[in-house]
């Protein structure tokens, strides 16, 4: 039996002395790992509940078509090309993605496990902290992913968690567009932060969707509907 070897490729460091991240290649498929973490934080083997993540947001956005969408963290671009999977034409994706790294290895190779998303011209991938982009918009946006670390707890970097803090979703929920959808990915539930979203005025929606396929690990999803 042929063993598999990771090959390092690249490294980056994370912004805000947030760490380092990994860019392995194994046979075809890629993996990004954070040191000191435990295990992948991300791979191009494993991204059902990123697709889900943005193809259940946009089925309840009224216009789908034509939508403005935000997306934090570009990833692996598995997100994204969900997201452009299932607007039109007209529609704009914007990526907000913290490591210049991360969108140089979505040019590359790796690009094209997720089809090459990226090349689409209703995409829009900016270097810039999501929280920046999502402060500086009022009712901008049909739909924001927010795809960002491990979930509400901030995993890799501490400061994530102040998007998923009450501040940050009121500001969320303001660059949001009446009946606008925030849909947020975790690798768990946490019953304080559907409570937080739920005071900002969001009407909260959660669904579990498998990571991969039909069984195994299931990921948390929320979808989180301004009025």
């Given at each position: 039996?042929?063993?598999?070897?990771?090959?390092?490729?690249?490294?980056?460091?994370?912004?805000?002395?947030?760490?380092?991240?990994?860019?392995?290649?194994?046979?075809?498929?890629?993996?990004?790992?954070?040191?000191g973490?435990?295990g992948?934080?991300?791979?191009?083997?494993?991204?059902?509940?990123?697709?889900a993540?943005?193809e259940?947001?946009?089925?309840?956005?009224?216009?789908?078509?034509?939508?403005?969408?935000?997306?934090?963290?570009?990833?692996m671009?598995?997100?994204?090309?969900?997201?452009?999977?299932?607007?039109?034409?007209?529609?704009?994706?914007?990526?907000?993605?913290?490591?210049?790294?991360?969108?140089?290895?979505?040019?590359?190779?790796?690009?094209?496990r997720?089809?090459?998303?990226?090349?689409?011209?209703?995409?829009?991938?900016?270097?810039?902290?999501?929280?920046?982009?999502?402060?500086?918009?009022?009712?901008?946006?049909?739909?924001?992913?927010?795809?960002?670390?491990?979930?509400?707890?901030?995993?890799?970097?501490p400061?994530?968690?102040?998007?998923?803090?009450?501040?940050?979703?009121?500001?969320?929920?303001?660059?949001?567009?009446?009946?606008?959808?925030?849909?947020?990915?975790?690798?768990?539930?946490?019953?304080?932060?559907?409570?937080?979203?739920?005071?900002?005025?969001?009407?909260?929606?959660?669904?579990?969707?498998?990571?991969?396929?039909?069984?195994?690990?299931?990921?948390?999803?929320?979808?989180?509907?301004?009025?």
């Amino acid at each position: 039996m042929r063993m598999r070897i990771n090959t390092l490729l690249d490294t980056a460091q994370i912004p805000n002395k947030g760490g380092e991240l990994r860019f392995y290649q194994r046979d075809n498929e890629f993996t990004i790992e954070v040191v000191g973490i435990g295990g992948d934080l991300m791979t191009t083997a494993v991204h059902g509940s990123e697709d889900a993540l943005a193809e259940l947001a946009l089925k309840r956005v009224k216009q789908p078509q034509t939508a403005r969408v935000l997306v934090g963290g570009l990833g692996m671009g598995f997100t994204l090309a969900a997201a452009l999977k299932h607007t039109g034409p007209k529609a704009q994706i914007v990526v907000a993605e913290l490591v210049p790294e991360v969108v140089k290895w979505n040019r590359g190779p790796m690009g094209a496990r997720s089809g090459d998303p990226m090349l689409d011209e209703r995409a829009i991938v900016r270097i810039e902290d999501v929280a920046q982009v999502i402060r500086k918009e009022r009712n901008g946006f049909d739909a924001i992913l927010l795809d960002t670390d491990n979930g509400p707890v901030g995993l890799t970097q501490p400061a994530n968690s102040r998007i998923y803090s009450l501040t940050g979703l009121y500001a969320a929920y303001a660059a949001l567009r009446p009946h606008g959808v925030l849909a947020i990915w975790s690798t768990d539930p946490d019953g304080p932060f559907t409570k937080r979203l739920g005071k900002v005025g969001f009407k909260v929606d959660e669904v579990k969707v498998h990571a991969h396929g039909l069984k195994g690990t299931k990921h948390h999803l929320w979808f989180a509907t301004r009025p």
